[in-house]
């Protein structure tokens, strides 16, 4: 069984610029939510995606946008990248939207984005 | 809005000892609420769930209660080890599925 992935690991993108996050879920997963993690800090929720729509949005501008793909795979964009963006971007599936806030989560390792 | 506290932020002990990881929200109106390990770095590892029905869960050495009425979570930690050496999170799931999380507390264990 595989685990949650994210890609990539590591990326450093300047002000202004958009960049483009993924993440594969676990495999049977149709539920991913993706989280932003400021060091020193709990993560914070962005929006959980449920058989490719959107069912859920946590305190972020609309220039933080998903995508849910068939395979259920996701990914996060953000547009106009600010300083404050920088972070560490946390992608967790779950079996299905019930079992996201009844189930464990699994978590992906995460992408550490700096903004300069 | 629902608030997560976690005391202490930090905490270093030898190895051995017992311990006790505090989180307290400030809506009792909640779901579940789970306890994480995160690992520098690294994503989180979820260790116990509750559901709002319950008190408590034991896995292995951890065992985490729940008092919804006073807004309070404990993590309990049995004979800690170098390897419990992490960050733990708490985080309440709310009605609307949200999740919201505690800044965590930094457990270093010494051997």
């Known amino acids: 069984e595989t685990g949650v992935t994210q890609s990539p690991t590591h990326l450093i993108k300047t002000r202004g610029q958009q960049v483009t996050l993924r993440c594969s879920s676990q495999s049977g997963h149709n539920t991913v939510s993706w989280y932003q993690q400021a060091l020193g800090q709990g993560p914070q929720f962005i929006f959980q995606?449920?058989?490719?729509?959107?069912?859920g949005r946590g305190n972020f501008p609309p220039r933080f946008s998903g995508l849910q793909f068939p395979n259920y795979s996701s990914e996060l964009n953000v547009n106009a990248l600010e300083l404050d963006d920088s972070a560490l971007y946390l992608c967790?599936?779950?079996?299905?939207?019930?079992?996201?806030?009844?189930?464990?989560?699994?978590f992906g390792n995460g992408t550490r984005l700096t903004v300069t | 809005k629902q608030e997560v506290t976690q005391i202490p932020a930090a905490l270093s002990v030898p190895e051995g000892e017992n311990l006790v990881l505090n989180c307290s929200f400030t809506?009792?109106?909640?779901?579940?609420l789970q306890w994480f390990r995160q690992d520098p770095g690294k994503g989180l590892t979820s260790l116990l769930l509750i559901q709002s029905s319950q008190r408590e869960q034991t896995s292995g050495r951890l065992n985490a209660s729940l008092d919804k009425s006073s807004g309070r979570s404990t993590l309990y930690i049995a004979a800690s080890q170098p390897g419990d050496s992490a960050t733990y999170l708490c985080a309440v799931i709310l009605v609307s599925q949200n999740f919201v999380f505690g800044p965590g507390t930094r457990l270093s264990v010494l051997p």
């Open positions: 967790a599936s779950s079996l299905d939207r019930v079992s996201s806030y009844n189930s464990p989560l699994h």
């Open positions: 809506d009792s109106a909640i779901y579940n």
């Open positions: 995606y449920y058989r490719e729509e959107e069912n």
